[in-house]
Structure formats: structure tokens, C-alpha cells
């Protein structure tokens, strides 16, 4: 039953003075520690793409000054074999200047000699360089000028070069009387010792 005499009294919601128990998070209220957390996520992103960058610069650059060192590396070795072939070229024309005179000087003189004509200076680069030495037999042919027409090694010497240098020397100096016409080629053979001067 309802008393309808009765005056109703209003009421009033009250906040409870106890603490919640439903679970508060660090992060409600005003707002302000999920702004500081996000503002500290975006500060450790920016530091860690900073330090990532400057390691991939770091990393850009020390790979660059490596391809540089190589390059310069590459051009002071071309640099020096080009150097070292000038040098030999150079020796070289030295040589066969001084062995023409000595030629020159052996024709004037009337030399039949080979001893005359194959000198030290004759002795070929490489094989200096490389420290090798023999003995080569050639055999060479005189035409009726006076002059070599032919030679040939019938021993080698183990050396190409060697081999070539005799022939070559003597082909270049030897200079024999002149003979008749219609006599017979001149044919000549000589031991050349290869022994690198002290």
C-alpha cells in the first residue's frame, strides 16, 4: 500500500569517499600521463632513428673513403708499373745506342770477331730481371754483302730470350768481307754464354 500523505524526500547521489575497486588506470584521469607517455615513445623514436641514421652515414662514409684509398692504391700501382716500363724502355734504347756504336766502332775497325760484337749490353732486361742465365749455340749465314742473312739456335739456351738476344746481336754487328759472285754462302757457329755481370 502507498501512503500518499507522506511527503517524498529527494535524493541525492553522493560520491563514495571509498576507493574504486574497479580497476584505475595510471594513465586516466586529466590526460596528462597519456601525453607524457606518448611524448616519451616519440623522443626514444627519434633518438633511435637518429643514432640509425648516423651509423648509416658513418657506414656510407667509411665505405666511400675505403673505395677511395683503393683507387688512389690502384692508380700509384699503375702509376708505377708505367713508370718502371719507361724506365726499361728507356735502359733498353741505352743499350742497343751503345751497342750500334760499338757496332759502328767494330765495322770501322774491320772486327770479324763475335767476341766484338755480343757485349754485356746485349744482355736482355727480363732475363735480368728474372735472374736467369745459359749457354745458346747459333749458327748464322753470311751473304755475299758481308752481312748476316740468317741465324739460328741449334742449342737453346732453356731461355727465349736469351736465344733471341744472340741471334739478334749478331745479325745487328757481324760484318764479314764481302765474297764473289756465285760463291757459296758463309755459314758460321758460336757458343754465347749468358752470365749476369757482378
Not at 741465324?151 to 768481307?177: H, K, M
Request: net charge positive.
Amino acid at each position: 500500500m502507498i501512503d500518499e500523505h507522506r511527503p517524498v524526500r529527494p535524493a541525492v547521489l553522493q560520491a563514495d569517499p571509498r576507493p574504486s575497486t574497479t580497476g584505475s588506470s595510471r594513465l586516466a584521469g586529466d590526460g596528462k600521463g597519456l601525453r607524457f607517455g606518448v611524448l616519451a615513445l616519440a623522443a626514444l623514436l627519434s633518438l633511435a632513428v637518429a643514432i640509425l641514421g648516423t651509423i648509416a652515414v658513418r657506414s656510407g662514409l667509411d665505405a666511400a673513403g675505403r673505395e677511395i684509398a683503393a683507387r688512389r692504391a690502384a692508380e700509384a700501382s699503375t702509376a708505377a708499373i708505367e713508370a718502371a716500363r719507361r724506365r726499361d724502355a728507356l735502359a733498353t734504347m741505352a743499350r742497343q745506342d751503345a751497342a750500334r756504336a760499338r757496332a759502328a766502332d767494330a765495322a770501322a775497325s774491320g772486327s770479324t770477331d763475335p767476341a766484338d760484337w755480343i757485349t754485356v749490353d746485349d744482355y736482355p732486361a727480363a732475363a735480368l730481371r728474372a735472374n736467369v742465365q745459359g749457354i745458346v749455340t747459333i749458327s748464322w749465314v753470311v751473304g755475299a754483302s758481308g752481312r748476316v742473312t740468317d741465324c739460328v739456335v741449334t742449342t737453346s739456351s732453356g731461355s727465349a730470350d736469351l736465344d733471341r738476344a744472340a741471334c739478334g746481336a749478331i745479325t745487328l754487328r757481324a760484318r764479314y768481307p764481302r765474297a764473289a759472285e756465285g760463291e757459296k754462302p758463309r755459314i758460321y757457329s758460336r757458343r754465347v754464354v749468358w752470365k749476369i755481370p757482378d
